[in-house]
């Protein structure tokens, strides 16, 4: 029996990539997109279900599916306050993680980030930290992390200093080699494709999946 997939940030970066993966994934019957707005696109496996985020439980019995992927993030700059920023990236992703753990999904595939660490001086880290901690607490088979460096790939709002940043890093790449290989700038396409292999493996248990991992196995 083919199962459900569940897409949560599918206009992202890597949602946008993630999700032609997934409807043409044999693995999958059903693919279902939660958001925000609806996507212009019509699929015989495609379900959208339009909310806002902050109303998950709502609509939480449209939400079950066996394999969950969480691609919801932003950034400080977008969010506009440091209280917006935790509201996606952890508040959202959090609540998304217990009602499909409450649904009895089996497998969780969250993005999280490189440097995510409870303890950061910096924020950013601190909240994707917090959040992968909270996620690991949950009664899924398996919970897979994938903690990428630099995104790279288009989006619908460039970042500047992002793009500044992967300009100088893909410069530096061929000297970022052994333990600094996973500081290497990642292709979103890469880690989509990370995600559905990581749930095509259908294994149990946690595991972080570093940017390294993920460009090694493309």
Known sequence: MRKTALLAGATGLIGSQLLPLLLESERYSKV?????RSLPMLHPKLVQVVTELDQLEKVRLQLIADDVYCCLGTTMKQAGSKDAFYKVDYLYVVTLAAL?????AAQFMVVSSLGADTDSAFYYNK???????????????????????LLL??????????RL????L????PVLLGPLRTYRPIDAGTVARAMLRAAEDDGGGIRVHES??????R
Do not use: Y
């Not at 940043?165 to 100088?168: E, N, Q, R, T, Y």
């Open 212 to 217: 390294a991992e993920m460009a090694s196995a």
């Open 127 to 149: 909240v994707k930290g917090e959040m992968e901690e909270a996620v690991r607490k949950l009664p899924f088979r398996a919970i897979h992390i994938f903690q990428p460096s």
């Open 32 to 36: 279902i997109v939660v958001g925000r």
């Open 170 to 173: 893909k410069v530096l790449a």
């Open 100 to 104: 499909a753990a409450g649904n009895f």
């Open 153 to 162: 790939g288009e989006r619908t709002a460039p970042r500047l200093g992002e």
């Open 165 to 168: 940043g992967a300009v100088v």
